[in-house]
Each structure stands twice: as structure tokens, then as C-alpha cells.
């Protein structure tokens, strides 16, 4: 259940008003308290998707964009060699051809 923060905070001073400076300072340290658990249930969790991530072993951002830019050089090299063995193919045919 979701408990939305403005409504906590009016029904804290609510309570407040109702009750007295006592209640409203038992209030704010259950706030306080709650923020606190949050805070480090937050790192634990951060902490937990740390260690799982490092034990996967999963590549950084920077490394796959250096990965991307080696395959499209190497796809321009690729393409660059394919077009010199077309030319050389059509040489060796009109020589052939020449022959006969």
C-alpha cells in the first residue's frame, strides 16, 4: 500500500491539533524514522544490484560503443576489400576472354 506524503503530513497535523505538541512530535520521529529505513533499504537494494551486475559480468556503456565503432570500421574495410575483388574478378574474366 501507498501511502501518499501530503496525506500523512495532514493527518500528522491532525493528530497534532487533536492531541497536543506530544502527538505531532511522535509523528515527526515515525517520519523520521520511516525516511531512515527508506534511505537504507534504498543502498541495501543499490548495494544488491551492484554485486549482481559485477558478478555478470556486463559490459560498460563505453565499452560497447568502442565495440560498435571497430565493426563499422571493419564493416568499410570489408566492403572496400569486396569492391577490389570484384574489379580484380572482372580483370581476370576479360583476360581469360582475351585468351580464347
Known amino acids: ?3 501518499d506524503s ?3 503530513e495532514d493527518v500528522g497535523k491532525l493528530a497534532e491539533s487533536a492531541l497536543g505538541g506530544a ?3 511522535a509523528l515527526a ?4 524514522l520511516a525516511q531512515s529505513l527508506r534511505s537504507e533499504a ?10 549482481l551486475t559485477n558478478d555478470m559480468q556486463l559490459a560498460r556503456r ?16 570489408q566492403n572496400q576489400i ?3 575483388l570484384d ?11 582475351t585468351k580464347s
Not at 568502442?66 to 563499422?72: G, I, K, R, T
Not at 574489379?87 to 581469360?96: D, G, I, S
Open 23 to 25: 502527538a505531532g512530535e
Open 42 to 51: 534504498q543502498a541495501i537494494m543499490k548495494g544488491g544490484f551492484d554485486r
Open 82 to 84: 569486396l569492391q577490389r
Open 87 to 97: 574489379a580484380l574478378e572482372a580483370r581476370v574474366q576479360r583476360l581469360e576472354a
Open 6 to 8: 501530503k496525506r500523512l
Open 62 to 77: 563505453e565499452e560497447l560503443d568502442e565495440l560498435y565503432a571497430v565493426v563499422v570500421a571493419g564493416r568499410e574495410v
Open 29 to 32: 520521529q515515525a517520519q523520521s
Open 1 to 3: 500500500m501507498v501511502i
